[in-house]
Structure formats: C-alpha cells, structure tokens
T-cell receptor, first 113, second 117 residues
Framework: AQTVTQSQPEMSVQEAETVTLSCTYD???????LFWYKQPPSRQMILVIRQEAYKQQNATENRFSVNFQKAAKSFSLKISDSQLGDTAMYFC??????????FGAGTILRVKS | GAVVSQHPSWVICKSGTSVKIECRSLDFQATTMFWYRQFPKQSLMLMATSNEGSKATYEQGVEKDKFLINHASLTLSTLTVTSAHPEDSSFYICSARDWVVWSYEQYFGPGTRLTVT
C-alpha cells in the first residue's frame, strides 16, 4: 500500500521569501508519479507540479520546484518569491500511471504581507 | 484545458432523504472518475473509482449501499448518498481521467458541499 506523509500541519512565510514544504512517501511500485496540489479557500484542487519517478531531474514550474530524493522517498516543494495568492492548503500525492492518488494530510501555508 | 464540473455546488437535505451529486467532464471523455470525501482542514479520502459501463470499485470501509455510484456515460458519473444522516455532511470532490490522453493527470471538479440537517 502507498502512504504519503506530510509532517508540517501549518507553515507561514513572509511575502517574497522562500518556503519549503516536506513530503515523504512509501510505495512498492516501480512506476509512479508524485504530485503537489494546491487547494485555496475556494477548495478547487489545482495541480502545482508533478514528478515522474523514473526521471532524476527535479521538476520546475516557474516559482515552484521540487527536491526529489528517490532513495530517501522524499519529495519536497520549494516556493520561491512567495505571493499572497500562494496562501492555501498544499497536498502531496502519489499514484501509479493513470491510477488513483494517495494524498498526504496536507500543509496549510499562510503567506504574510 | 480539461474542465470538470459538479452539480450542485452546495446542497442541504433532511436526514433520511437521498441526494444525488453529478460529476461531468465538459470537454473530454472520461472512462474513469474518482470520488473523494473531504472534512474541513483534512485530506482527501478516496471513496471509490468509477469506470464507465461497469460497477464502481469502493475503498475499504466505504458503504456501497449508502454511496451509490453510477458512471453511465463517458462524461457523467453520479454519486447518490442514500438515507443521508448528519454524519454524511462533508465536501465531496470528483476527478476525471482523460480517455484519449492516457496519462497520469486527473482533473478535479470544484466540489459539492453536503449538509444534512
């Protein structure tokens, strides 16, 4: 069974600063994907970034980047130049190709002005 | 981009009644849809996987007779909460996978808030 652990229930960061959200996972699958989703107050789930486990290169999407450590089963999200609009709950998730996702407990991120 | 809608966005029903929630893929065909339940400030819990034309696969601990799922077409899946009780009050989210573009990505609906009085 897959498990995803997010050990930071809440975090805060000053606007324009950098913050890193942690995530560890456990899976017996050889082909899997890792994701970070953002859920703002509207509760619409938004895909932030994804990482294919077979790729060694860390994924990057504008201000968002990941640190994927496959051997350690770690998948952290770094948000650079934090903006007020980044305030949301962030979920780390793991899944097989085209299959169901397993979500972590989530981290509430508050960006302060 | 791929859009998933849910209807209604918020529903209030009386204890003992049934309520149906629709999940539609608007601009793509979805052979598979997923139904999640989310309590305030908590994570998404997968309830079931819905496949077009076949019976849904429920996660362990989810009552099949209480949460009826029907995926009658490539663009529509419905979740019916039967004989609803206050403890069923929650936020229900669906997601859909594109049939043509076989990929990792799931597209999420905006969710439905169910309040049972």
């Amino acid at each position: 069974a897959q498990t995803v652990t997010q050990s930071q229930p809440e975090m805060s960061v000053q606007e324009a600063e950098t913050v890193t959200l942690s995530c560890t996972y456990d899976t017996s699958e050889s082909n899997y994907y890792l994701f970070w989703y953002k859920q703002p107050p509207s509760r619409q789930m938004i895909l932030v970034i994804r990482q294919e486990a077979y790729k060694q290169q860390n994924a990057t999407e504008n201000r968002f980047s990941v640190n994927f450590q496959k051997a350690a089963k770690s998948f952290s999200l770094k948000i650079s130049d934090s903006q007020l609009g980044d305030t949301a709950m962030y979920f780390c998730a793991s899944g097989k190709y085209g299959n169901k996702l397993v979500f972590g407990a989530g981290t509430i991120l508050r960006v302060k002005s | 981009g791929a859009v998933v809608s849910q209807h209604p966005s918020w529903v209030i029903c009386k204890s003992g009644t049934s309520v149906k929630i629709e999940c539609r893929s608007l601009d793509f065909q979805a052979t598979t849809m997923f139904w999640y339940r989310q309590f305030p400030k908590q994570s998404l819990m997968l309830m079931a996987t819905s496949n077009e034309g076949s019976k849904a696969t429920y996660e362990q601990g989810v009552e099949k007779d209480k949460f009826l799922i029907n995926h009658a077409s490539l663009t529509l899946s419905t979740l019916t909460v039967t004989s609803a009780h206050p403890e069923d009050s929650s936020f229900y989210i669906c997601s859909a996978r594109d049939w043509v573009v076989w990929s990792y990505e799931q597209y999420f609906g905006p969710g439905t808030r169910l309040t049972v009085t």
